[in-house]
């Protein structure tokens, strides 16, 4: 069977400036990383995608309206998990086939799934193997936060962003001193790959900022965004009733960081001296939220947000009725969906613009991220389980990567590079070929200037 995905992938190797930054170099030979590790940094620089895509080689995601081309079921391959229950990748900026992943502690060495508490480790996929190899172990519970009333007991789920020169790593965590549920912690990585332990710390608390709030609001499954120069954290949020633990629903909520004095990024507006911000507090949005049908009125999940330098591009999912977990028995329940905005912090933001269902594998799943592959190809990889009920577009289950069409030609042969090119699905022509005379990843207005209109090669085309 064939799948159709309107989401487009092309890359292109750029050595201009993107966002104001230069690009970063390619990402150096990691090979002997078991015994010495080197970040690629690159001071001030910015890599404006931050999610997995080498250095030089920026991911442009186009959304294309008529998608002529196929993901062809039958070209899904199926990929060990190095540990049990582990099937999230964090791609790690620069550094291609290489992630973060969750590995449980297990109590008893011959069983792989024993143990409740876990910890983040570096491995590298070898893609013809199809599987991980485990590099070293970097997060390893219990660790005592800075200041002493938080320790970690558990640490997972992690996403890792380069900002300000240098690499940051999130994970939900939770232990001895937190209060309600599972929270987001935060710290810098060294050039070894190691947690700059002395300067991470709790960021979002998994609680309510109400008092005496029915529920706890936990701050999960934390996803960091390097867009347009800015550096965002989205995290999902399961409501759930104190009283019994019953979760009531799932939503993402997120917001701007920005750097404080001491160095750490810090939710924007929300003071430094304070403890880490409450999950639901007004400063924080709902980005992506529920909806009045019975089928996405208790699940807005979330897995991933990547930015091509206009717009954000979420993965996640959605579930109504009965529906809290991927295997519950709910029509729908944790099915797929992409979706895409301009503006990441609006509320709602990721609700008005989505992929067809239709489109999209029918299984419900986890964990769907966009992955790079060192050779340049893309691929969604995510955990996908078998639906209660198949459907046309049920596929198989397990820990699967799907490559994702490279490029969809929607130029004619008269409409050449470099003055025509592809974007949003359409053959458009050059900023310069419209008239414009400069371009910024803003609105023209913004710098008072005017909107020339839509092209191919810039975010916002200006005269």
């Not at 999940?301 to 519950?328: E, H, R, W």
Request: net charge positive; with cysteine; charged share 15%.
């Amino acid at each position: 069977m064939k799948i159709l995905f309107i989401l487009i992938f092309s890359f292109y190797y750029s050595i201009q400036t993107f966002a104001g930054e230069l690009l970063l170099p390619q990402a150096k030979n990691l090979n002997n990383l078991k015994n010495s590790t080197t970040l690629k940094s690159g001071g001030n620089n910015v890599a404006p995608n931050a999610e997995g895509t080498p250095g030089s080689i920026s991911a442009s995601i186009f959304w294309a309206q008529n998608a002529s081309n196929a993901l062809d079921s039958r070209t899904i391959i199926s990929l060990d998990q190095l540990g049990c229950n582990s099937p999230i990748l964090a791609a790690i900026p620069d550094n291609p086939d290489y992630f973060f992943i969750r590995l449980l502690q297990n109590t008893n060495p011959s069983d792989g799934c024993s143990g409740n508490t876990w910890s983040i480790a570096l491995a590298k996929m070898d893609w013809n193997q199809k599987k991980l190899s485990l590099i070293k172990k970097i997060i390893v519970p219990p660790l005592v936060l800075p200041g002493g009333k938080y320790t970690v007991t558990t640490a997972y789920d992690p996403s890792v962003l380069k900002f300000d020169g240098k690499l940051w790593v999130a994970f939900e965590c939770h232990g001895i001193g937190f209060q309600g549920s599972v929270g987001t912690c935060m710290g810098p990585l060294s050039n070894t790959f190691e947690l700059d332990l002395a300067h991470s710390y709790l960021l979002v608390q998994g609680k309510s900022v109400t008092p005496n709030d029915a529920y706890d609001f936990s701050a999960s499954v934390p996803k960091l965004l390097n867009h347009q120069g800015h550096a965002y954290l989205f995290w999902s949020v399961a409501r759930i009733r104190k009283s019994d633990g019953v979760w009531a629903d799932v939503t993402t909520r997120g917001v701007e960081l920005k750097l404080a004095n001491d160095g750490s990024l810090w939710p924007k507006k929300w003071a430094r001296s304070n403890e880490a911000i409450p999950s639901n507090h007004p400063l924080t949005t709902i980005v992506w939220g529920l909806e009045s049908d019975e089928r996405s009125n208790r699940i807005a999940d979330s897995f991933q947000f990547i930015s091509d330098g206009q717009y954000v591009y979420g993965t996640g999912a959605l579930g109504g009725g009965n529906c809290l977990t991927p295997t519950d028995n709910s029509p729908g329940c944790y099915r797929m969906a992409i979706a895409r905005t301009i503006n990441p912090l609006n509320y709602h933001a990721f609700n008005k613009e989505k992929v067809s269902e239709s489109l999209l594998p029918g299984n419900p799943h986890e964990y769907s991220r966009f992955i790079s592959k060192a050779d340049g190809s893309l691929w969604l990889v995510g955990a996908f389980l078998t639906p209660k009920t198949a459907s046309d577009r049920t596929i198989q289950a397990g820990f699967l990567a799907f490559p994702i069409p490279k490029t969809l030609s929607w130029c004619s042969s008269s409409q050449k590079a470099p003055d025509w090119g592809q974007k949003n699905g359409k053959c458009l022509a050059s900023c310069g070929g419209i008239g414009g005379k400069v371009s910024y990843n803003e609105p023209c207005v913004q710098h008072g200037k005017a909107d020339v209109g839509v092209a191919y090669d810039v975010p916002f085309c200006c005269k």
